[in-house]
């Protein structure tokens, strides 16, 4: 049933060059015809989309799938669920889990764990940290089954200091390699004696909303620019994520295209969704690394997204179980699930006037796959895969405990009403997620690069 071919009739087809009402055919996992008044053929199942939006399926970049070794709080089997809830078809994944994936061989061991579980199409980081970076070369770093070079998650060492921490070996990661390395990018030194100060004056109770002053914009903004002093000096690949600030943003060149940029930035949807003023509602569960931050950070991220000083949009999904997060301020661990509401997330920035529909699917969907030369995704043209979610901008849904796909079992927007739902999602062709229910025999595939 899932093998079969459609006609989606009169959506609204989202582009970064425009919105047009069109006719989608799809055959054999790929787009097949992309036109005005097409008609059915007799094989052919026909979806009315009449008054839906259309938009390719969105690339995520950035999840934490948690397995192998952490799969108490989420599998690739729950949480790619929830992407295809989100509208997201192709995920990212980074490489702490247990064993962190700091080989090939182990990248190859996560592959196979995607393969026979995920839901949605997938890619795979290789993992940098005080174990492996000075000897990288010796992997074969031409290998496509990974996406890119990350420390994202790991400690460098076991101290907690981050790799962008040690400037030496980020200078030997980048003279071993061409491909993109991806950085968490905070001074942890500063972090510590920030904690230092708000432990000597909070004791065990520190405020959440001081996590905005201990993981500083300072913290953020001097390991940015010193990591990208390096990349420049080594003409590398730095790609840094989710930046939390504004002053970080303008570092970023806006006028080259994205394929001539050398050094590049994401944001991720919580710091484009909440600021400070959050954390007394929410607490630990807005708790991220690095921070949330002030008001004017959050529109200057917007803003900065707009003027193409950051190229792409991601969720840094990263589960928790809520006794994990529901901890005094040191103890609450950080980061937790937005997959599943990824493009309710962005439509309703679309419905407050910050983003057009345009410039979510240029840089929630685009833009990822152009940036990581994902082969034939990201855009609805003919020859391309199959990868697609109709919307519908009117009509809202609450979220619910019991809808919920992430092994973590809770949200930050239990009880919260989007004003738009995804009704279907399509990976390869094939319909994988309609009105609420996975289509259980469905899985993804190994993206291209
Ligand atoms: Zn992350």
Redesign the pocket.
């Known amino acids: 049933m899932s093998e079969r071919s459609f006609l989606i009739k009169n959506g609204w087809l989202v582009s970064s060059k425009g919105t047009e009402q069109r006719d989608i055919r799809i055959a054999n996992g790929v787009f097949i015809e992309i036109g005005e008044h097409l008609s059915a053929k007799p094989t052919e199942h026909v979806i009315d989309a009449s008054g839906k939006y259309i938009f390719p399926g969105l690339i995520d970049t ?1 999840v ?1 799938f948690r397995e192998p070794g952490l799969s108490y709080k989420a599998t690739w089997l729950t949480e790619s669920a929830a992407a295809l809830a989100g509208g997201v078809t192709t995920v990212f994944d ?1 490489p702490n889990t247990e064993p962190a994936t700091l080989s090939p061989t182990l990248v190859k061991e996560k592959l196979a764990l995607a393969k026979q579980n995920a839901r949605c199409n997938y890619g795979v980081f290789l993992g940098i940290s005080a174990a492996n970076c000075q000897e990288l070369s010796k992997f074969d770093l031409t290998d496509t089954d990974f996406v890119a070079l990350t420390d ?2 790991l400690y460098f060492s076991g101290s907690g200091h981050l790799l962008a921490d040690h400037p030496e070996a980020l200078e030997a990661v980048f003279s071993q390699t061409d491909r993109i390395v991806a950085l968490h990018s905070e001074d942890s030194a500063l972090i510590e004696q920030n904690e230092k100060a708000f432990q000597e004056k909070y004791g065990q109770n520190i405020p959440f909303e001081a996590h905005a002053q201990i993981r500083s914009e300072e913290a953020c903004v001097l390991a940015t620019q010193r990591a990208l002093q390096l990349a420049q000096k080594h003409d590398a690949r730095l790609h840094i ?2 930046l939390t600030t504004y002053k970080e943003a303008l570092l970023f060149d806006k006028e080259l295209s994205l394929l001539h940029k050398k050094q590049t930035c994401e944001v991720s949807i919580p710091h484009l969704y909440f600021s400070v003023e959050d954390y007394v509602k929410y607490g630990a569960l807005i708790k991220y690394n690095p921070s949330i931050k002030s008001k004017a950070d959050r529109l200057g991220l917007l803003k900065a997204l707009n003027e193409n000083h950051i190229d792409f949009i991601t969720t ?1 999904h ?1 589960p928790h179980t809520l006794e994990e997060k529901q901890q005094v301020y040191m103890q609450s661990k950080s980061g937790g699930p937005t997959l599943q509401h990824l493009l309710p997330m962005l439509l309703s920035l679309y419905e407050t006037g910050f983003l057009s529909l345009e410039k979510i699917v240029e840089k929630a969907a685009e833009n990822p796959a152009l940036f990581y030369g994902i082969q034939k995704r990201g855009f609805v043209k003919k020859g391309f895969h199959a990868d697609l979610v109709i919307a519908d901008l009117k009509k809202p849904h609450v979220v619910k405990n019991e809808d919920l796909f992430s092994k973590c079992g809770w949200s930050v927007f239990e009880g919260h009403t989007f004003s738009s739902t995804v009704e279907m999602t399509f990976i390869n062709g094939q319909l994988a997620y309609h009105e609420g229910k996975i289509m259980d025999e469905v899985r993804g595939e190994q993206v291209s690069i």
Do not use: A, F, Q
Request: net charge negative.
């Open positions: 950035h934490h980074m994202d998650g994520l989710h840094d990263s």
